[in-house]
């Protein structure tokens, strides 16, 4: 992991097109804001986490709705 300093109003950018910007520090919260392209989805890591599960569980249930078709064939 990478840990940079940054104050309120300077940025770091990944990838050539993609910016975060130190917006409000307030007591123990820090305020972002992120520019980046359209075609590059940004998720708070929580819910990228249920995201993440829910796809799981659907590719899980399809498999057993196959095996499922293959027993009626």
Known sequence: ML???RKVN???ILDNDIEITILE???EQVKIGIS???SVPVYRKELYLQIKDSNKE???NTADLNVMKQLFE
Request: no cysteine; aromatic share 0%.
């Open 3 to 5: 840990a940079l300093s």
């Open 10 to 12: 300077e940025s770091i």
């Open 25 to 27: 520090i307030k007591k």
């Open 36 to 38: 980046a392209p359209k």
């Open 58 to 60: 659907a590719i899980e």
